[in-house]
């Protein structure tokens, strides 16, 4: 289980793969943790160098201390930060939702180390901004066992959510056990966040799927990230935000084939 000292706090990463492959870096959606991308390892992990980790104040890495909220290029420097501390130069990024604004933070900002770019269920903005400092509010307030319901019912179809009880139980479970502080210092970056001047920036390959019932981030959102990276590819996979439980094997193969 490793840890490693990236600025003022540890994050928790897991590497898997072949020594010497060309690395990919993992980011996870707001509320969830590395976990959130295990169907996909085994695929990815024969190609590549498989660097995951948990954000700030998700899954095992510490919220940074006396630090109440931060922005997403705050999040973006925390990835570089752990890629410096492994003695990682250049790498391929995949993310998804908040994961996937990180990556398009990173595609600008360090141009030279970003191989290319995955970008998943994600937005260069948000459409209610005032929705994600309501939610900050609710959480730092009340926990996040306040907003598991609504969550729940973006994060997956109801037709998942009916047939797949058990990981439904498991995404709870992965949401709640995570820090009140982590989630809503990350709903305050959400809430902050315009990534177009980002996008125009982006100068390497990129690749963006849309989840066809994704009401968190919807196609829309995907679609105008894709006009203004130049030559980026769209891909739509039919499930809600977390396309890769809900649709794992179809998010593993638009993966391969695009970083491949």
């Known amino acids: 289980m490793p840890f490693i000292r990236t600025g003022g706090f540890v994050t928790h990463y897991t590497v898997e793969g072949k020594e010497g492959a060309p690395v990919l870096m993992m980011g996870n959606s707001l509320g969830t943790n590395l976990h959130m991308w295990d169907l996909q390892v085994p695929d990815l992990a024969r190609r590549f160098r498989v660097l995951r980790y ?3 104040g998700h899954g095992l890495t510490e919220a940074p201390k006396g630090v109440a909220t931060w922005t ?3 999040l973006a ?3 570089l930060a752990l890629a410096d501390a492994l003695k990682i130069d250049r790498f391929h990024w995949c993310g998804l939702s908040i994961g996937g604004m990180i ?3 990173l595609g600008s900002r360090a141009p030279g180390r970003v191989m290319s770019l995955a970008l998943c269920n994600t937005a260069n903005r ?4 005032q929705l994600m400092r309501d939610r900050a509010a609710l959480v730092r307030k009340s926990g996040l066992e306040a907003v598991v319901g609504g969550v729940m019912q973006r994060w997956f179809t109801e037709k998942f959510r009916a047939e797949n009880p058990d990981t439904i139980a498991g995404f709870t479970v992965m949401l709640t056990r995570g820090t009140a502080a982590g989630y809503a ?3 305050d970056a959400l ?3 315009d990534l177009e001047a980002d996008d125009r920036r982006i100068a390497c390959p990129a690749q963006v799927l ?5 009401v968190a981030t919807p196609p829309a959102a995907g679609r105008a990230i894709a006009a203004l990276i130049k030559n980026a590819k769209v891909v739509e996979v039919p499930a809600a935000h977390i396309s890769t439980a809900e649709r794992p094997a179809e998010v593993s193969a638009a993966l391969v084939s695009f970083l491949a």
Do not use: S
């Open 54 to 56: 948990d954000k700030r």
């Open 72 to 74: 997403i290029d705050d």
């Open 77 to 79: 420097g925390d990835a």
């Open 103 to 105: 990556g398009q933070r």
């Open 126 to 129: 948000m459409a209610e901004p």
């Open 185 to 187: 210092g990350c709903c």
């Open 191 to 193: 809430a902050a966040m």
């Open 210 to 214: 849309i989840g066809t019932h994704d």
